[in-house]
Structures are given as structure tokens and as C-alpha cells.
């Protein structure tokens, strides 16, 4: 259960039912209604909350219709028990709930063919299709938004009439309720079926197929960004989307799940959403050369088998886990890293990665963050802990929280000098070892009780003039936000956002601007000594970094990103290999502060952030930026550029080749 509200009304629904029996056979009108209300605004209410248990009850044959049916044969078994099966309110009740239940049927087939034909073979975003093809408005959310649920409910006005005419002995009040419920489940039912035919029906799969076919030959992709993954990996695509937008050739974006295009961070490049293998595979890509890959999935096969295109593995982060040197690296023509590391790892692991099919190209995504200037005398130092989570396979050494966590956090809250922390946890923390999700709420609660401490501590104090004018400004921006992004957002469904989903450049520009006015005014909205939990999207990672004078994570790609900013950081060796080991086997940690389990260390990198004397690793960070995240110049933007065009002319000249000889032998066979 979500919470202890959601538990409470799960023991009242799964107790109602015995009770509504048993208020049928005594037979109790009053006990009869209380328990039916009860197991109505139970049920309802776990409907609403997305509940586990009512997902789960629907596997066991308990679903929400079974549930339905239930009481109203438990109405009809109290009325036989008030000796009324011969009234005539027993028969109207009986031929009620039959043709209720008459009308689920085609409730039910209208909303499946509805929300089926509105299911287009593609989805978009940035695509023009609605210059070219008609798609229909959506029906009202109201008609096809937890469809089943609402009809079902209808019955509520034939139960309470059957009831009141029960308790009264009128069967009166029971017509009518009777009447109102079967008026209105077919009025549900005739409000479906517009929709089904005519011009409210979008166009079949081949003809939409087709229009984006004829989208694509008009616009001419060059370079393709493609992505498959499950909703929570949407951050590894959504990393790159910035870069896309700064290409010299005209970039496009291939997804393969629906739910990564519903979470998908807002772009001005053309997104196309195949969720069918066959679909993307008959799809016009003739004009593409090369193609960008962020992860290592299955179903990349479906473009890797495309020979006019060069295939490209560039990933989501550069670091010196396993990942960063899958095998399945060698199924593309060329893998991308950020810096020589990149290019040092792969040999080092051998693969099969051949070292001309390594090119070394920065990482584009680190240029929001700034490099260090120290620590201003009237500020107190700011220590970020990212640490990232427990990994699939749930070793313990993955992540420092589980060992360490707590460990390093007391320390930094009781630093004297005292310093700030921020907690920002990677978002997969606890989803495979519940202990990982336990220590992390240990560490939350260590933080939130220091930070209601620090507050109440007259040594610290606030500027809250400032403060409160930076959170009134915060809510202005957020209000204006919200107004942007929800009139941008409120398309009736997929099909409806595929036609509309033309980004509003001016638009998509404000709300860029405003998000950096929400980051310099969400740091500024409390006092720089609070101490703060950061969960979600916002603020983002490179944002705690900004902010931040020093930072303690693990093996990861956040370690590799933090050495762009130059400044002081500390690494757990959580698996104890031993500092040496540690330093050999992670190349990002040669220039770190390391730390046990224990945290005993935490003193040296404490004594780097307040004196830049005491920063014995200055010079090492200095040399490990370059040979991490290479130059920086030209800017990465500019290497990556500069790769996708050298591959392009590649693919060019292996299209070129195969038609000359393509045309040779057509030539030889004429003769």
C-alpha cells in the first residue's frame, strides 16, 4: 500500500462485501446501504490512487466489474429476503441489472475500438503531419478517461432508489432510480458512437505510414538520435536532446515506446515515436547517415540492420563502470567517448573494440557547468553527496549509501567549521534492494533534523527580506510555467498531440528562459547555510554541481561530469579494494579524495575546499579533466560535429561505392 490512507481503505472495501452479505440475510436495509456506501467510497477511492490492490484483485477474478455484480446480487438476495420476490421491485430490479449489464457490452467494444483506431502506428512530435493528413479531434476526456469505472457507477442510482423503495415499501423511488440508471448508460452508450464512424475516425495505419514517409523525404534526415527503454531510462535520451538541437545536419529522433515519448523533456527536434519493428524497418531513412545510439537494447537491431547509415554507440554518461565497455560496443561502426579514458578503457577491457573505431568527442552535455572559483570569504562551503544507486545486480559496492551513507553525512553535518550539504540521490535509488531505499531515508531524516537544528541556532542567520522575495518570485515563475507548459500539454490524447505537437518556438524559448530564472532564484529562496534534500527533475544535477564546492559520489558518471567544474571531490571504495587497487582499476578517482566505508577521510577534502593550499590534487584534476572529457578546445559541441560529419562522408562514400558497382554489373550483364 502507497500509504496508511490507501491500507485503510482497502481493509473497509475487502470487509464491506462480508458485511453487505450478512446485512442481506439478517435482512438490514439500514446495514445493507451503510456497508454498500462503505465499500462504494472505498473502492473508488483506491481507483483513484492507482492502488496495487485493485491491479491485483482483477488477477484473482475480483476485478471491478465482478465487484459490481456482487452487490447488486447481494441487493436482489436482500430483497428476497424482506419476502418482496414477488413485488413487482423485485422483478424491476432483476431486468434492471440485466440490462445494465447489457449495456456494458457495447460500452465496452465502443471505447477498445475508439481508443484502437486513435492508437496511430507512429506518434510525433515536431512533425508537420497535419498539413497532411486529417486527424479528428478526441472524444470529450470525460468519455473515454476510466470509461469502465464511470459506467459501472451509473448503478448507484438504481441501488439507492431500490433501497429507499425497500425501506419504504413504494416501489416507486426504485423505478425511478431504475429508470435514471438505464437512461443513463444509454446515453453513455450513444455518446460513443459518433465516434466510431465518419469523419471522427482518423485514418488507417498504411495512409498515416505513408504521410510520414512523405514528411520524411520532404525534410531529409541526416542524423538520427535513437532510443529504446523503459519510462524510468527516459533521462538517458533526454541528456542528448540539447545536443541534437545544435547539430549542423538536420537531426532526427527515433523512439521506440510510447511512455518514453509522454516523458520525453520538451525539444524542437523532430521526434518520431515506432513502437512496431516492421513499421521502422519499412520507413524511409534513405537520406540518413549516420545514427546515434544512447544505450544497448534489443531492439536496436531493428536500424543496426540498415546499411546506408554509419551506426554510432555514444551511451549516457562516461565512466568506469562495467557498462561503459559493454561487448555489444563492437556491433557499431564506431564508438564515441568523451576524452583519451574513453578510448584507453576499451583496450584495456578488449572487447572487440578496435581502437580507429574509437573517436574521442567531449561530452556536449558539460558545458552548463562552471568551473570553480573558489570558495568567497563571506560564504559558508557547499558539499554536494550524489551518490548513485544499487545497480541491477545489487551489489553492495555499487553504491556508497548502503555502507557509507551514513557514515559520510554525520561528518559533513558535524564539520567545524561547518559546511552546507546537499543530498541529490540517483532517481533509481531502492528500486531493486530495499535496503539501498532504507538507507536513503535515513540519510533524508539526518539531513531534514540538522537542517530544523541549524535553523533554530542563532549562530546561522537567515536574510529573510531576501529570502521571502526569492520565493515570491519562484511561485511567479512557476505560475507563469505552469501556464506554458500545461496549455502545451493538454492535447486529448496521442493522436491528438501527434497532429497538434509543432513546438511553439517563442514559447519553447520563454520556457527555457524561465527554467534558468527558477534555478538562480530556487538557490536563492533559502539561506546558503540550510541544508537540502534535492529529489526529482528539478533542480538538476549539473545545477547541484554549480552550486556546490565540492562533491562526494561514487564510481559513476556523475564523478566524470564533476571533474569539468575543477573542483575538489571524493569517491567511496565502498567493495575496501584498497586505495591503490581502487585508483587503478577507476580511472576518474586518480585525482579524488578517497574514502572508506568509515568516511575517515572526509577531513583532507573538507581541508581542500576551505584552503586552496591545503588542495594537494589541484594539478592531478587539472591533467584528469583533459584526459576524461578531452580539450577544451575546439568545445566538445564542435568535436561532435565535427565526428558526425567525417562519419557522414564515410556513409556517403559506401553508398557511393556499392551504386558504381551496383551499375558496373548491370552493365556487364547487358553485355
Known amino acids: 500500500m502507497g500509504s496508511a490512507a490507501e491500507l485503510a481503505a482497502a481493509v473497509l472495501m475487502l470487509a464491506g462485501f462480508p458485511a453487505i452479505m450478512v446485512a442481506a440475510l439478517i435482512p438490514s436495509v439500514p446495514a445493507f446501504a451503510a456497508a454498500t456506501a462503505v465499500t462504494y467510497l472505498a473502492d473508488h477511492y483506491l481507483h483513484r490512487q492507482g492502488s496495487y490492490l485493485i491491479n491485483r484483485l482483477s488477477k484473482v477474478r475480483a476485478g471491478l466489474s465482478i465487484r459490481f455484480l456482487i452487490r447488486q446480487l447481494l441487493l436482489i438476495l436482500l430483497l428476497a429476503r424482506l419476502d418482496l420476490s414477488n413485488n413487482l421491485i423485485f422483478y424491476g430490479a432483476t431486468a434492471c441489472f440485466i440490462a445494465f449489464y447489457g449495456l456494458q457490452a457495447p460500452h465496452g467494444a465502443l471505447v477498445t475500438l475508439i481508443r484502437n483506431r486513435r492508437r496511430l502506428p507512429v506518434a510525433t512530435r515536431?512533425?508537420?503531419?497535419?498539413?497532411?493528413?486529417?486527424?479528428?479531434?478526441?472524444?470529450?476526456?470525460?468519455?473515454?478517461?476510466?470509461?469502465?469505472?464511470?459506467?459501472?457507477?451509473?448503478?448507484?442510482?438504481?441501488?439507492?432508489?431500490?433501497?429507499?423503495?425497500?425501506?419504504?415499501?413504494?416501489?416507486?423511488?426504485?423505478?425511478?432510480?431504475?429508470?435514471?440508471?438505464?437512461?443513463?448508460?444509454?446515453?453513455?452508450?450513444?455518446?460513443?458512437?459518433?465516434?466510431?464512424?465518419?469523419?471522427?475516425?482518423?485514418?488507417?495505419?498504411?495512409?498515416?505510414?505513408?504521410?510520414?514517409?512523405?514528411?520524411?523525404?520532404?525534410?531529409?534526415?541526416?542524423?538520427?538520435?535513437?532510443?529504446?527503454?523503459?519510462?524510468?531510462?527516459?533521462?538517458?535520451?533526454?541528456?542528448?536532446?540539447?545536443?541534437?538541437?545544435?547539430?549542423?545536419?538536420?537531426?532526427?529522433?527515433?523512439?521506440?515506446?510510447?511512455?518514453i515519448l509522454q516523458s520525453l523533456a520538451p525539444t524542437t527536434v523532430p521526434v518520431i515515436c515506432v513502437p512496431g519493428g516492421v513499421h521502422?524497418?519499412?520507413?524511409?531513412?534513405?537520406?540518413?547517415?549516420?545514427?546515434?545510439?544512447?544505450?544497448?537494447?534489443?531492439?536496436?537491431?531493428?536500424?543496426?540492420?540498415?546499411?546506408?547509415?554509419?551506426?554510432?554507440?555514444?551511451?549516457?554518461?562516461?565512466?568506469?563502470?562495467?557498462?561503459?565497455?559493454?561487448?555489444?560496443?563492437?556491433?557499431?561502426?564506431?564508438?564515441?567517448?568523451?576524452?583519451?579514458?574513453?578510448?584507453?578503457?576499451?583496450?584495456?577491457?578488449?572487447?572487440?573494440?578496435?581502437?580507429?573505431?574509437?573517436?574521442?568527442?567531449?561530452?556536449?552535455?558539460?558545458?552548463?557547468?562552471?568551473?570553480?572559483?573558489?570558495?568567497?570569504?563571506?560564504?559558508?562551503?557547499?558539499?554536494?553527496?550524489?551518490?548513485?544507486?544499487?545497480?541491477?545486480?545489487?551489489?553492495?559496492?555499487?553504491?556508497?549509501?548502503?555502507?557509507?551513507?551514513?557514515?559520510?553525512?554525520?561528518?559533513?553535518?558535524?564539520?567545524?567549521?561547518?559546511?552546507?550539504?546537499?543530498?541529490?540521490?540517483?532517481?533509481?535509488?531502492?528500486?531493486?534492494?530495499?535496503?539501498?531505499?532504507?538507507?536513503?531515508?535515513?540519510?533524508?531524516?539526518?539531513?531534514?533534523?540538522?537542517?530544523?537544528?541549524?535553523?533554530?541556532?542563532?549562530?546561522?542567520?537567515?536574510?529573510?527580506?531576501?529570502?521571502?522575495?526569492a520565493k515570491a518570485e519562484l511561485a511567479r515563475i512557476e505560475a507563469r510555467l505552469a501556464v506554458l507548459v500545461g496549455s502545451g500539454g493538454e492535447k486529448g490524447d496521442e493522436a491528438e498531440a501527434t497532429r497538434d505537437g509543432v513546438v511553439d518556438v517563442a514559447k519553447y524559448e520563454e520556457i527555457a528562459r524561465l527554467r534558468g530564472e527558477w534555478n538562480d532564484t530556487y538557490w536563492r529562496a533559502f539561506p546558503v547555510w540550510e541544508h537540502r534534500v534535492v529529489t526529482g527533475a528539478e533542480p538538476r544535477l549539473y545545477d547541484c554541481f554549480n552550486v556546490s564546492d565540492a562533491m562526494v559520489s561514487d564510481i559513476s558518471s556523475v564523478v566524470s561530469d564533476f571533474i569539468a567544474s575543477g573542483?575538489?571531490?571524493?569517491?567511496?571504495?565502498?567493495?575496501?579494494?584498497?586505495?591503490?587497487?581502487?585508483?587503478?582499476?577507476?580511472?576518474?578517482?586518480?585525482?579524488?579524495?578517497?574514502?572508506?566505508?568509515?568516511?575517515?577521510?572526509?577531513?583532507?577534502?573538507?581541508?581542500?575546499?576551505?584552503?586552496?593550499?591545503?588542495?594537494?590534487?589541484?594539478?592531478?584534476?587539472?591533467?584528469?579533466?583533459?584526459?576524461?572529457?578531452?580539450?577544451?578546445?575546439?568545445?566538445?559541441?564542435?568535436q561532435f560535429n565535427t565526428a558526425v560529419a567525417n562519419l557522414a562522408i564515410k556513409a556517403e562514400a559506401r553508398n557511393v561505392g556499392q551504386e558504381s558497382r551496383a551499375a558496373a554489373s548491370a552493365a556487364e550483364t547487358v553485355v
Open 280 to 469: 521502422l524497418m519499412n520507413m524511409d531513412l534513405s537520406t540518413v547517415r549516420v545514427a546515434l545510439y544512447a544505450a544497448n537494447v534489443g531492439k536496436n537491431i531493428h536500424l543496426l540492420r540498415v546499411p546506408t547509415m554509419k551506426h554510432v554507440f555514444i551511451g549516457h554518461g562516461d565512466s568506469d563502470k562495467l557498462a561503459s565497455v559493454n561487448p555489444f560496443s563492437k556491433a557499431y561502426d564506431e564508438v564515441w567517448v568523451a576524452g583519451r579514458a574513453g578510448r584507453d578503457r576499451y583496450a584495456i577491457a578488449d572487447v572487440g573494440v578496435r581502437d580507429e573505431d574509437i573517436v574521442e568527442v567531449g561530452r556536449p552535455q558539460l558545458a552548463p557547468i562552471r568551473t570553480g572559483q573558489g570558495v568567497p570569504e563571506d560564504r559558508m562551503p557547499t558539499v554536494l553527496y550524489a551518490p548513485t544507486w544499487e545497480g541491477w545486480d545489487g551489489n553492495p559496492g555499487n553504491t556508497s549509501l548502503m555502507l557509507a551513507g551514513e557514515n559520510i553525512v554525520k561528518k559533513l553535518l558535524k564539520a567545524d567549521p561547518p559546511v552546507r550539504v546537499l543530498y541529490k540521490p540517483h532517481p533509481f535509488t531502492g528500486t531493486v534492494l530495499p535496503k539501498a531505499g532504507a538507507a536513503h531515508q535515513k540519510v533524508t531524516a539526518l539531513i531534514e533534523k540538522a537542517a530544523a537544528e541549524r535553523a533554530t541556532d542563532p549562530r546561522f542567520q537567515a536574510d529573510a527580506t531576501a529570502t521571502t522575495a
Open 567 to 638: 573542483k575538489p571531490y571524493a569517491v567511496t571504495d565502498s567493495a575496501e579494494l584498497g586505495v591503490e587497487e581502487f585508483k587503478r582499476q577507476n580511472t576518474a578517482v586518480r585525482a579524488a579524495t578517497i574514502l572508506s566505508n568509515k568516511a575517515t577521510e572526509l577531513g583532507e577534502l573538507l581541508d581542500a575546499v576551505r584552503d586552496p593550499a591545503a588542495d594537494l590534487l589541484a594539478e592531478d584534476r587539472v591533467e584528469l579533466k583533459q584526459y576524461l572529457l578531452g580539450p577544451d578546445e575546439p568545445t566538445s559541441i564542435e
Open 126 to 259: 515536431n512533425v508537420d503531419l497535419a498539413s497532411r493528413i486529417r486527424i479528428p479531434d478526441a472524444p470529450p476526456l470525460g468519455l473515454l478517461n476510466r470509461s469502465a469505472e464511470k459506467m459501472l457507477h451509473l448503478d448507484l442510482a438504481a441501488v439507492v432508489g431500490i433501497l429507499v423503495a425497500a425501506a419504504m415499501d413504494s416501489a416507486l423511488p426504485g423505478f425511478i432510480g431504475i429508470g435514471v440508471t438505464i437512461v443513463l448508460g444509454s446515453l453513455y452508450v450513444l455518446a460513443l458512437m459518433p465516434y466510431v464512424r465518419g469523419k471522427k475516425v482518423p485514418p488507417n495505419a498504411d495512409k498515416v505510414l505513408a504521410k510520414v514517409d512523405e514528411w520524411l523525404r520532404d525534410y531529409r534526415p541526416e542524423t538520427v538520435l535513437y532510443f529504446s527503454g523503459s519510462k524510468d531510462s527516459v533521462y538517458q535520451v533526454n541528456m542528448w536532446l540539447e545536443t541534437m538541437e545544435q547539430l549542423d545536419s538536420r537531426p532526427l529522433i527515433i523512439l521506440r515506446e510510447r511512455v
